[in-house]
């Protein structure tokens, strides 16, 4: 029954799923229309927002079966005696509509949850499962969706010969507006546009145009935007040309200690057709670390609504600057665990790290 979980381990399982619960059919609360009332006018009308909150979420037939189970539950006496037949219980009718409800709600989430495990493995064939081999370049990264599928991106693969026939490699860190099915259905549009587009000889800045184009055509008018770091790796020259289209700046630590941000480049993908953006190259020396991250590892929050913060991640990187590539990426993860505990992840989580060898 408890698949082997201890106590504390099921009553945080059920902390968990109460805390989502309660996030979802509030968002269909008006606690403001409440103010100025009294207090138990207050509950009684948060109560009935809550309730049609939840019986707007059932199909129409089990809304009539939810209410009727109802009624028979509250009926007063609760039994109805005939001559010719046994007392029957209204109250033992009730719980039995009761429970055909919740046998009729399970069923849909197998089949969804069937369903989005289908999904998830599809999802995980788009992204790489191993880094490739950079010359030059450690590399690891890692993602946890929120739900069953996720909204980040991440890929790195060799795009083509540069000016002097040498191999150069694209990387990509990108981050979908939202969450699970629509999200990740976004992704996989993101992931084959990039995949076809980085085919055509172009500068990196023409290929964040192109991509910005096509996020338009399936961005329901920019409700679905996508923010993404997309780079260009030259081995030879150990340089590193790159475009920021309004996601979380990644932080490029020098050998000596040092820190910098790569924020060029332009809006998130698919808000504006014509939106211009502008690439910046830098150049990497040995012992430097690349950090690409989304914006699910900053705002992990731990039981007391605190954010992990960009100042906990910069810590992290300083700690593990001798590691090499999986361990820091190990380190990191490991220290955003124990921030935030047994607190629901609410946002997908990506990080890639790059440590120029």
Same mark, same amino acid.
């Given at each position: 029954?408890?698949?082997?979980?201890?106590?504390?381990?099921?009553?945080?399982?059920?902390?968990?799923?109460?805390?989502?619960?309660?996030?979802?059919?509030?968002?269909?609360?008006? =606690?403001?229309? !409440?103010?100025?009332?009294?207090?138990?006018? @207050?509950?009684?009308?948060?109560?009935?927002?809550?309730?049609?909150?939840?019986?707007?979420?059932?199909?129409?037939?089990?809304? &009539?079966?939810?209410?009727?189970?109802?009624?028979?539950?509250?009926?007063?006496?609760?039994?109805?005696?005939?001559?010719?037949?046994?007392?029957?219980?209204?109250?033992? +009718?009730?719980?039995?509509?009761?429970?055909?409800?919740?046998?009729?709600?399970?069923?849909?989430?197998? &089949?969804?949850?069937?369903?989005?495990?289908?999904? @998830?493995?599809?999802?995980?064939? +788009?992204?790489?499962?191993?880094?490739?081999?950079?010359?030059?370049?450690?590399?690891?990264?890692?993602?946890?969706?929120?739900? !069953?599928?996720?909204?980040?991106?991440?890929?790195?693969?060799?795009?083509?010969?540069?000016?002097?026939?040498?191999?150069?490699?694209? +990387?990509?860190?990108?981050?979908?507006?939202?969450?699970?099915?629509?999200?990740?259905?976004?992704?996989? *549009?993101?992931?084959?546009?990039?995949?076809? +587009?980085?085919?055509?000889?172009?500068?990196?800045?023409?290929?964040?145009?192109?991509?910005?184009?096509?996020?338009?055509?399936?961005?329901?008018?920019?409700?679905?935007?996508? *923010?993404?770091?997309?780079?260009?790796?030259?081995?030879?020259?150990?340089?590193?040309?790159?475009?920021?289209?309004?996601?979380?700046?990644?932080?490029?630590?020098?050998?000596?200690? *040092?820190?910098?941000?790569?924020?060029?480049?332009?809006?998130?993908?698919?808000?504006?057709?014509?939106?211009?953006?502008?690439?910046? *190259?830098?150049?990497? /020396?040995?012992?430097?670390?690349?950090?690409? =991250?989304?914006?699910?590892?900053? /705002?992990?929050?731990?039981?007391?609504?605190?954010?992990?913060?960009?100042?906990?991640?910069?810590?992290?990187?300083?700690?593990?600057?001798?590691?090499?590539?999986?361990?820091?990426?190990?380190?990191?993860?490991?220290?955003?665990? !124990?921030?935030?505990?047994?607190?629901?992840?609410?946002?997908?989580?990506?990080?890639?790290?790059?440590?120029? !060898?």
């Amino acid at each position: 029954m408890t698949e082997g979980l201890e106590l504390n381990q099921l009553w945080g399982q059920f902390q968990s799923e109460a805390k989502a619960s309660y996030r979802l059919y509030s968002r269909d609360v008006d =606690f403001d229309r !409440t103010k100025g009332v009294t207090k138990g006018r @207050r509950y009684l009308d948060v109560a009935k927002q809550f309730f049609w909150a939840f019986i707007e979420k059932l199909s129409p037939a089990r809304r &009539v079966l939810l209410l009727v189970a109802v009624i028979l539950i509250l009926w007063p006496g609760g039994q109805s005696n005939q001559s010719n037949s046994p007392a029957v219980s209204f109250h033992f +009718l009730g719980g039995l509509l009761m429970f055909l409800l919740l046998v009729l709600e399970v069923a849909d989430r197998v &089949v969804m949850k069937r369903d989005l495990q289908i999904a @998830r493995e599809i999802q995980a064939w +788009l992204l790489p499962s191993s880094p490739p081999e950079v010359p030059g370049l450690e590399i690891a990264f890692a993602t946890r969706p929120a739900n !069953t599928v996720a909204g980040d991106f991440y890929d790195m693969f060799p795009r083509g010969a540069g000016e002097g026939g040498d191999k150069r490699y694209l +990387l990509a860190v990108a981050d979908v507006a939202g969450k699970s099915i629509p999200a990740a259905l976004l992704m996989a *549009t993101f992931q084959a546009s990039l995949r076809t +587009l980085s085919d055509v000889p172009c500068s990196l800045v023409d290929l964040a145009g192109s991509m910005n184009r096509y996020a338009c055509k399936n961005s329901q008018g920019g409700l679905r935007f996508t *923010t993404a770091v997309l780079g260009e790796y030259d081995p030879a020259g150990k340089t590193l040309t790159y475009i920021n289209a309004g996601h979380n700046a990644p932080m490029l630590r020098r050998r000596a200690g *040092t820190l910098e941000r790569l924020e060029k480049g332009g809006v998130p993908l698919g808000i504006l057709a014509d939106a211009p953006y502008e690439a910046e *190259t830098v150049s990497l /020396e040995s012992g430097d670390w690349l950090v690409i =991250f989304t914006d699910g590892v900053v /705002e992990a929050i731990d039981d007391a609504d605190v954010e992990y913060g960009e100042e906990r991640l910069i810590a992290q990187i300083n700690a593990g600057a001798d590691f090499p590539a999986r361990a820091m990426l190990s380190h990191i993860m490991v220290n955003l665990d !124990t921030f935030v505990g047994n607190t629901p992840q609410h946002d997908d989580i990506t990080c890639m790290v790059l440590k120029v !060898t």
